[in-house]
C-alpha cells in the first residue's frame, strides 16, 4: 500500500479544518430546528411581516422574531464558552472549538424550551407571558452565540471580558434584564428584582 504523500496529507488537514465544520454546524442547526418543532414551538411568528428585530423586551414579539433585546445575552453565551474552550481544549482549532459552541448552544435551546423550564421562566422571571421561543428565534440566539464566540477569538480574553461586563450593564439600563440576573433568577429568585424589572 502506498504511503500517503504530503500533498494527500494536507487536503485531508484542509477538508477536516475548513470543510466538514461547516457540514456539521449545518446538520446540527437541522436538527435542531426539526426537533424544537417536534417539541411543539412554531417555526415563525405568524402575526408580524417582519421577522428581523423587535427592540422591545417586554412585547410578545419578543422570543418570537430573529433577533429581539435577549439576542445579547446569548452573544454573551459565546464570549464565555470561547474562554472556557480556550482553557479546556486550547489546541483544538477555532473552527472545531466552535462546532462545539454551536452543539452546546443548540442544546441549550432544546432544554430552555421544554415545557419545564419555561414554567420556570413564568414563575420565577419577570417573563410571565413566556411562551417559548420560536424555531426563528432559537436560530438566531445560536447565531448571536457564534458570533459572541468569534467575537471573543479575535479579541482576546482582556478585551472580551470588557465586552461582556459592558453588555450586561447596557443590558440592565435598557431592559433591566442581563444574562447574569437571568441566571440568579433561575437559581435564587428575587421578589425584589422581579418587582423593579416590572415597574
Request: charged share 15%; net charge positive; hydrophobic share 50%.
Amino acid at each position: 500500500m502506498a504511503e500517503p504523500t504530503n500533498r494527500h496529507l494536507k487536503t485531508a488537514a484542509y477538508i477536516g479544518r475548513h470543510v466538514w465544520p461547516p457540514v456539521v454546524i449545518a446538520l446540527i442547526l437541522i436538527a435542531t430546528a426539526f426537533e424544537l418543532h417536534r417539541q411543539g414551538r412554531f417555526w415563525t411568528y405568524s402575526s408580524c411581516s417582519n421577522l428581523l428585530w423587535t427592540s422591545d423586551a417586554w412585547s410578545s414579539q419578543t422570543s418570537q422574531l430573529f433577533l429581539d433585546p435577549y439576542s445579547f445575552t446569548h452573544l454573551l453565551h459565546g464570549v464565555m464558552f470561547a474562554g472556557v474552550l480556550a482553557l479546556l481544549i486550547r489546541k483544538l482549532s477555532a473552527s472545531w472549538r466552535l462546532v462545539l459552541v454551536i452543539a452546546t448552544e443548540s442544546a441549550w435551546e432544546m432544554i430552555e424550551n421544554s415545557n419545564t423550564v419555561i414554567q420556570r421562566y413564568r414563575e420565577a422571571t419577570a417573563a410571565l407571558g413566556y411562551q417559548g421561543d420560536t424555531v426563528l428565534n432559537s436560530l438566531g440566539d445560536i447565531f448571536c452565540c457564534a458570533i459572541g464566540f468569534s467575537l471573543a477569538i479575535k479579541l482576546g480574553w482582556r478585551w472580551s471580558l470588557v465586552l461582556f461586563f459592558t453588555v450586561e450593564a447596557i443590558l440592565l439600563f435598557w431592559i433591566r434584564d442581563s444574562l447574569l440576573l437571568e441566571i440568579l433568577m433561575l437559581i435564587r429568585p428575587s421578589s425584589v428584582i422581579k418587582h423593579w424589572q416590572l415597574s
